[in-house]
């Protein structure tokens, strides 16, 4: 049952949105704004709902409960108006392998209603912005990872949206394209788009965002500027350490270390939250020491959103 | 006009898609035609101007036959061995005469000669004598089974004259006695001898004419021959024209679930075109490929094969009822079908076995049991079938009205379930 949304200034608004499949609670009841003209991020690990969260935005999925609102219009009510509003950029690259870059665009261009030289020009613009103009009579199967993932998202620039979703658009790309799609996104907001971009890459969110959502398990645990964020786990500072031995050995006698807020082990790597790295650090070689360890690797960072997500459910951001 | 517009768009991207892969080629013209086109020629000799020969058959015979005073200068075994030797049996058999049994038999043995023909001594008498009955001995080799029953032929309707020979006389007693007549034995002998002359002659101008056993050797004319195998392509076509037509819908079918592994379909879906539109789109292209390939299969088959599919308006209209139902059921079936990993075996398998049982395979045999018929009208092949064979017979549209209308209407029924299955999995 859709409500009408809170009068604002908000591109989109979302409101109790739940989602769920049999038992699976894929999304449970989170609510957010983004504002027109802002880079919004979700951010969180695989699993934590983002996906599912950018498929019912962009009417793809009904949600089980709740609704939203883009431009205005309920993703309920009149999801043929929210689709106009948006364009989608999917994690995985949607694309006819056997079709030209050109063939593709144009025929994207007509599933949002272009038509004639108007579908033309847009055609050539996008080939221009993802820099395939040289190469739009190729097949798409014969193009790289990166070009594929640049023809990904030309195609979501297709109808000029005033919202532009992009799921997790880095995900296996080489660096270089990586950087490339991320001053794109850049450049389409500094154009005026409204740009709800999902990752698991905390650096992205950082860089590119005026708000992040972090979100978990179907929930979404905290909202702010990353600013706002990083003053939730105050002023700790993070140490990332790999030994020569079982972590169990030092685990213990770590975590009672004075100045050692919290401490979590994964993958052979131990991490810390400590309130002074200076401080804290001769205190863990000494212990090592004394219980016959070496510290092989050491890291020390000062606090970001992998530290909050650290910090608010005892779990590295990872993959 | 919006949605049409969209939904031609879908059509055309889809065909355009289909268009560029090599299998599909495959299997909706090169397939069907290349299979219609071996049986065809295996059954025209590769495009030779013969049929099929076998070679002279080497008869050695001996002749004791001894004809007696009473047959006045018949001797059914010269008659016998002139007739073996006749111009005409040259190309069935070549001819070796010996002397005695012994010779017979060993020519055999030593492989000179397929078959050995020994003509008995009394002959001549039981043809026209007192005597009972007489036999003839053949030797063959027991490897050989085509030539030994070529002579055995040749021998019985040889002998088949003489038999008459002896009851022409019977008859002609009969029928006198019955009136009160007697006849003299010489002028008995003398209708035997007579009946045995128009027996040998006639023999022997069957033989110059068209004998059974020749024709084998010589086939109808060229022209007739040709319609016949244009006949059988029809049917080996018709068949593979049906099998195809459901393999080739099944597999454009498909291509929604492709799209989905794509992650196209869900693209499609962000995009503001409804999604009856987005699945009514890649139908028509499923509709419009199969129309085609129904197209291109019977004008290249006529052409190419000299098939005359029937009278223009039943061609259509079985065309038709091809197209709905192959395009309905390659929707419904693949409706079921979660990846096109496990549509290869499932399109394989369900449409060889309808196929089978709607008799796509077995269209040139004549004598096939009562219950396959009846099999195949449960399955929308065996209707497609049957609308096309009506037509090749020249069958005029009214009396197309029952299999069209029962592919149509199973077309419908199957695209309804199908749509309405795709509509639910992909809410």
């Not at chain 1, 699993?47 to 935005?57: E, M, V, Y």
């Not at chain 1, 154009?191 to 992040?212: C, K, P, R, V």
């Not at chain 2, 879908?10 to 495959?26: G, N």
């Not at chain 2, 007739?83 to 012994?102: C, K, W």
Request: proline share 4%; aromatic share 6%; with cysteine.
């Amino acid at each position: 049952m859709s409500t009408d949304p809170t009068p604002s200034t908000a591109a989109i608004q979302v409101r109790g949105l739940h989602k769920h499949y049999d038992d699976v609670h894929a999304v449970r009841g989170i609510d957010f704004d983004v504002h027109s003209g802002e880079i919004f991020s979700l951010l969180g690990p695989n699993g934590a709902g983002k996906t599912t969260t950018i498929s019912i935005l962009s009417c793809l999925l009904q949600p089980s409960d709740g609704d939203a609102w883009v431009m205005g219009h309920s993703i309920r009510d009149d999801s043929m108006a929210v689709k106009r509003a948006i364009g989608v950029v999917p994690q995985e690259v949607a694309l006819y392998p056997d079709l030209s870059a050109r063939e593709n665009l144009t025929f994207w261009g007509k599933m949002y209603g272009l038509r004639g030289p108007a579908l033309r020009q847009r055609v050539d613009e996008v080939l221009e912005i993802t820099g395939l103009t040289d190469r739009q009579k190729g097949r798409v199967d014969k193009f790289s990872g990166g070009m594929q993932r640049r023809l990904n998202i030309g195609i979501g620039l297709l109808p000029q949206p005033q919202i532009l979703f992009l799921d997790e658009p880095t995900v296996g790309i080489d660096p270089q394209s990586r950087r490339n799609i991320l001053d794109q996104v850049k450049e389409f907001n500094r154009q005026g788009m409204t740009i709800l971009y999902t990752t698991h890459y905390m650096e992205e969110a950082q860089e590119l965002s005026d708000h992040i959502a972090i979100m978990d398990q179907g929930k979404l645990i905290a909202y702010g500027t990353h600013q706002e964020l990083v003053e939730i786990v105050g002023e700790l500072d993070r140490i990332r350490l790999t030994i020569n031995a079982t972590s169990d050995r030092v685990l213990g006698s770590w975590e009672s270390t004075e100045g050692v807020r919290r401490i979590s082990a994964e993958d052979g790597t131990i991490t810390l939250m400590v309130d002074d790295s200076n401080a804290v650090l001769p205190r863990l070689f000494e212990t090592a020491a004394q219980a016959d360890v070496r510290i092989t690797h050491i890291e020390v960072q000062e606090p970001n959103l992998e530290a909050v997500f650290l910090h608010l459910t005892g779990r590295a951001l990872r993959d | 006009m919006e949605h049409i517009q969209r939904a031609l768009d879908i059509a055309r991207k889809d065909l355009t898609r289909y268009t560029r892969s090599l299998f599909i080629w495959a299997m909706m013209i090169a397939a069907p035609l290349l299979i219609a086109g071996l049986i065809y020629f295996a059954f025209s000799g590769l495009g030779g101007d013969g049929g099929f020969s076998v070679p002279a058959t080497r008869l050695h015979v001996v002749n004791l036959d001894q004809p007696g005073g009473q047959a006045a200068g018949f001797a059914a075994g010269t008659l016998l061995l002139d007739f073996l030797q006749s111009e005409q049996l040259s190309e069935l058999v070549q001819v070796t005469v010996g002397q005695d049994e012994y010779s017979a038999r060993a020519a055999v043995e030593a492989l000179s000669a397929d078959v050995a023909v020994i003509i008995p001594q009394n002959l001549t008498d039981a043809v026209v004598g007192s005597a009972a009955g007489a036999t003839l001995t053949m030797v063959q080799d027991p490897t050989l089974t085509i030539g030994p029953g070529i002579v055995k032929s040749l021998l019985a309707g040889f002998l088949d004259g003489f038999s008459g020979s002896k009851i022409a006389p019977q008859v002609v007693v009969q029928q006198l006695d019955d009136r009160g007549i007697e006849l003299e034995p010489q002028t008995l002998q003398g209708v035997a001898l007579e009946y045995a002359a128009w027996a040998t002659e006639l023999g022997r101008s069957q033989g110059s004419q068209e004998h059974p056993l020749i024709s084998i050797q010589a086939p109808p004319a060229r022209v007739a021959r040709q319609s016949t195998l244009a006949k059988l392509a029809g049917q080996i076509l018709a068949g593979q024209l049906v099998f195809f037509s459901f393999f080739t819908a099944a597999s454009t079918a498909q291509s929604i679930i492709t799209e989905e592994e794509e992650h196209t379909l869900a693209r499609l879906f962000t995009t503001p075109t409804a999604r009856t539109t987005i699945l009514g789109g890649k139908l028509l292209a499923v509709f419009l490929l199969v129309l085609g390939q129904a197209v291109v299969l019977t004008v290249v088959s006529a052409l190419v094969f000299g098939v005359q599919w029937g009278q223009p308006l039943s061609v259509a209209l079985v065309t038709l009822g091809l197209v709905v139902a192959s395009s309905g059921f390659g929707t419904f079936l693949m409706s079921f079908v979660r990846s096109t990993q496990q549509a290869g075996p499932v399109l394989g398998g369900v449409l060889t076995i309808m196929g089978m049982a709607g008799g796509l395979f077995t269209t040139g045999f004549e004598s096939l049991p009562g219950f396959l018929d009846t099999l195949s009208l449960l399955v929308p092949q065996g209707w497609a079938l049957r609308g096309w064979k009506l037509s090749l017979a020249g069958a005029g549209a009214s009396e197309l009205w029952l299999p069209v209308g029962v592919m149509l209407a199973m077309g419908a029924l199957f695209f309804a379930l199908g749509a309405t299955t795709f509509r639910r999995r992909l809410a």
